[in-house]
């Protein structure tokens, strides 16, 4: 008899974790989905028969060599092997994004280069942030005022909806990965001819869309006797003293035994679908970790291409999108007369731009490209938009705290493993929640036992992962 896994999240984690374990014959494994395709907010759709995503994502070259090899063994020359060819709009002009040292030194405003010197002196006598350091206290401390209150400061402010000053220091050191004028210099640098690796300045992208990542793995999945099922929401985790074991699904009231479970969906959802309930000071804890939600605008226009960059970043206040993309940049689809553009709007669910309609946010992005210099002379031939309500994590002062407890509720319950960018509330890529996903399956024993200080080192080795741009 085999042994019941069920894995909550049919995103890449969800999914990784799923092939890994049917490859054992152990196990039998089960994935619950509650939307009804796999994927998650690294999934993807067509719109005029072009593939898009859930913003702008890309599969960076520093991924693990064991999940790269996997992808590209799915892939195979889907995979596409990419530029990097984007911008930064900064005091009115345009930076190239990955940075280029002509191009800073051509295109940059005198003031900015003057202050980003002024910065890099004062640095030698400057000290190091404090106890009470936070986010934005440890980047100028590293990058310098000039770059921060230029580009992280009101960046961070339209990100993540709050002052740089109350976000905890975290959320600097896993989000920025040139976290100081040293490192900055260093990345630069390295992209000039002659110094530049095979794979500097380029990311790999699948011909699909990056939800293609998703669905190769779910076919695996599939081929390997995975039960996936779509459309299936859990209403509760049975938890029987101490251990959890079983799940039980909205659809229709089926109570699925776990073994193990394993799960990928945002942890206060989850610390909130448990049976019988959790401590009040958890669900409490549970409540006081912030989201930040997103909405992607999508213009599909009648024209070839609207510009040859593949993402735009918008730090100003002046904008309210932070980032624009262009699908058709990225998996080179062949079809002509039509592109696709997608606009990234962080907000709160509380917002009025949440429940605003398709057509007025349409307006809006239209509003702000022209204000960037960008105005859109193509007919727009349709406006979607979709909404994801738990886009970022919010690291404010005190969500350790609140983290932590719930962390440690979790693991000393039996049965059950928490991971991926949603299980740990954590600012991470597709290859590190892949990564993830392997080292879950790592600590799963043949008879279901879960080795915490396995998965404790585990977790230590996620405390090094650093967002790649």
Not at 122 to 134: F, H, L, N, S
Not at 413 to 423: A, S, V, Y
């Given at each position: 008899m085999k042994l019941p896994v069920v894995v909550l999240g049919a995103g890449p984690a969800g999914l990784g974790a799923a092939l890994r374990l049917a490859s054992r014959p152990a196990f039998q494994v089960t994935v619950l989905e509650r939307a009804s395709t796999v994927g998650g907010n690294a999934g993807g759709f067509e719109l005029a028969g072009i593939p898009v995503d859930y913003g702008s994502h890309r599969l960076h070259p520093v991924s693990r060599p064991d999940i790269l090899a996997d992808i590209r063994?799915?892939?195979?020359?889907?995979?596409?092997?990419?530029?990097?060819?984007?911008?930064?709009?900064?005091?009115?002009?345009?930076?190239?994004?990955?940075?280029?040292?002509?191009?800073?030194?051509?295109?940059?405003?005198?003031?900015?280069?003057?202050?980003?010197?002024?910065?890099?002196?004062?640095?030698?006598?400057?000290?190091?942030?404090?106890?009470?350091?936070?986010?934005?206290t440890v980047l100028e401390a590293g990058l310098g005022r000039t770059i921060c209150r230029d580009f992280y400061f009101p960046y961070a402010r339209k990100i993540w909806g709050v002052a740089p000053e109350s976000l905890d220091p975290v959320q600097a050191r896993r989000r920025v990965s040139a976290g100081s004028l040293g490192k900055m210099i260093r990345k630069t640098f390295n992209a000039l001819p002659g110094i530049r690796s095979e794979h500097t300045g380029r990311f790999f992208y699948p011909k699909k869309g990056f939800g293609q990542i998703s669905h190769a793995y779910h076919q695996a999945c599939l081929a390997r006797g995975v039960d996936v099922r779509v459309d299936c929401a859990v209403s509760s985790v049975e938890v029987c003293n101490g251990r959890v074991t079983g799940v039980w699904t909205d659809a229709d009231a089926t109570r699925?035994?776990?073994?193990?479970?394993?799960?990928?969906?945002?942890?206060?959802?989850?610390?909130?679908?448990?049976?019988?309930?959790a401590p009040c000071e958890i669900l409490d804890s549970a409540r006081a970790l912030e989201y930040r939600s997103m909405l992607l605008i999508y213009l599909v226009l009648d024209t070839d291409r609207f510009t040859e960059y593949d993402a735009h970043y918008f730090p100003g206040a002046d904008v309210s999108i932070t980032r624009l993309s262009e699908p058709k940049n990225y998996s080179l689809t062949d079809r002509p007369g039509q592109t696709v553009l997608c606009a990234e709007l962080p907000c709160s669910r509380e917002s009025e731009l949440w429940n605003a309609s398709d057509d007025a946010l349409g307006e809006l992005m239209l509003r702000d490209l022209s204000t960037a210099g960008l105005p859109v002379r193509a007919r727009v031939n349709q406006v979607t938009v979709r909404r994801l309500p738990q886009a970022y994590p919010i690291?404010?002062?005190?969500?350790?705290?609140?983290?932590?407890?719930?962390?440690?509720?979790?693991?000393?319950?039996?049965?059950?493993?928490?991971?991926?960018?949603?299980?740990?509330?954590?600012?991470?890529?597709?290859?590190?929640?892949?990564?993830?996903?392997?080292?879950?399956?790592?600590?799963?024993?043949d008879s279901g036992v879960i080795d915490r200080s396995r998965w404790a080192a585990h977790r230590r080795e996620f405390e090094s992962h650093v967002v790649e741009d």
């Open positions: 063994e799915m892939l195979g020359s889907d995979l596409l092997l990419r530029p990097r060819h984007g911008r930064i709009r900064l005091r009115n002009r345009w930076i190239h994004f990955p940075l280029k040292p002509i191009d800073l030194m051509l295109q940059l405003p005198p003031s900015f280069g003057a202050g980003v010197m002024g910065d890099a002196l004062r640095k030698v006598v400057g000290g190091q942030p404090g106890e009470d350091a936070t986010f934005a699925i035994e776990a073994g193990v479970t394993l799960s990928t969906i945002p942890i206060p959802a989850l610390v909130h679908l448990m049976k019988p309930a690291y404010t002062r005190n969500y350790r705290e609140h983290f932590d407890r719930i962390d440690r509720w979790v693991a000393g319950l039996d049965g059950i493993l928490t991971f991926g960018r949603q299980g740990l509330f954590a600012h991470d890529n597709t290859h590190h929640t892949l990564a993830m996903a392997y080292a879950a399956e790592e600590s799963v024993s």
